[in-house]
């Protein structure tokens, strides 16, 4: 007798990112950091598993640096932000 293999189960936990409310929020802080502070949006591990390219295609522009943990993942920024 065969023993059924059970199915994956379902994802514990899901997040679901508004691009919106990210750059409204960049735009209030660097509001409120001023004109001699700037911004740098932290996307290592796939922004934190909120995807690379969707967090730094809705940031270019509005965030001075991307801060990213190896050299694969600053060539996939830069490609995402059409550099």
Known sequence: M???VPEDPPPRCRA???LGALRHNATVLDSLAGPRCGLM???KADAYGHGLPEVVA???GR???FGVANFREARRA???AGD
């Open 58 to 60: 809705a940031l270019a």
């Open 41 to 43: 949006a932290i996307i």
């Open 63 to 65: 965030v001075d640096w």
């Open 16 to 18: 679901e990112i508004d």
């Open 2 to 4: 065969t023993t059924p």
């Open 78 to 80: 830069r490609m995402a």
